[in-house]
T-cell receptor, first 118, second 112 residues
């Protein structure tokens, strides 16, 4: 099993360009998440999908859109990139049913995408 | 507003030292608290805590939760250079989403 995979690993954009970050998991997890990580700020939730067919805003959704393409894939789109979106982006997934407290509650993270917007 | 605060933000120790990392939280309807270790890339899961007073252990790492005082600690004994990393604390509020609220992280550097 590959776990959670993300593409690309690195990307440089110019202000105003658009791009889509791809994420896929092969663990049959129900929930998927997109975070950004900036120095000294931990991980901040951008968007999440608690189950296939649903998406919701997290803490910092402005400037982003998401698509839960199927149970495996959850993409993040920047329509018009800005320098403030320079960050490391992590995708994560979580097994178990949404709302269920179980030993399978931890989130598993992908390797990250380092994005620079000039 | 839900929040998680970690302290210290950074720490430098020498091999063999014992360290204690702190995590305090304010969330509505607490469900669980998780600790992650982040080296160069993705955070990796260490512990999940749901009940007060029950210590979780894995080798030289241990963690405990106090739901009355709203905090958790992560202890690392006999530190090694391989323990150098960012340690992240996250809290899951009770909801149907599985969302996590992360603290800022503690950067630990262990010198030989």
């Amino acid at each position: 099993n590959a776990g959670v995979t993300q593409t690309p690993k690195f990307q440089v954009l110019k202000t105003g360009q658009s791009m889509t970050l791809q994420c896929a998991q092969d663990m049959n997890h129900n929930s998927m998440y997109w975070y950004r990580q900036d120095p000294g700020m931990g991980l901040r939730l951008i968007y999440y999908s608690a189950s296939e067919g649903t998406t919701d805003k997290g803490e910092v959704p402005n400037g982003y859109n998401v698509s839960r393409l199927n149970k495996r894939e959850f993409s993040l789109r920047l329509e018009s990139a800005a320098p403030s979106q320079t960050s490391v982006y992590f995708c994560a997934s979580r097994g178990g049913l949404a709302g269920a407290l179980s030993i399978y509650n931890e989130q598993f993270f992908g390797p990250g995408t380092r994005l620079t917007v000039l | 507003e839900d929040k998680v605060v970690q302290s210290p933000l950074s720490l430098v120790v020498h091999e063999g030292d014992t360290v204690t990392l702190n995590c305090s939280y304010e969330v509505t309807n607490f469900r669980s608290l998780l600790w992650y270790k982040q080296e160069k890339k993705a955070p990796t899961f260490l512990f999940m805590l749901t009940s007060s007073g029950i210590e979780k252990k894995s080798g030289r790492l241990s963690s405990i939760l106090d739901k009355k005082e709203l905090f958790s600690i992560l202890n690392i004994t006999a530190t090694q250079t391989g323990d150098s990393a960012i340690y992240l604390c996250a809290v899951e509020p009770s909801s149907n989403t599985g969302k996590l609220i992360f603290g800022q992280g503690t950067t630990l550097q262990v010198k030989p």
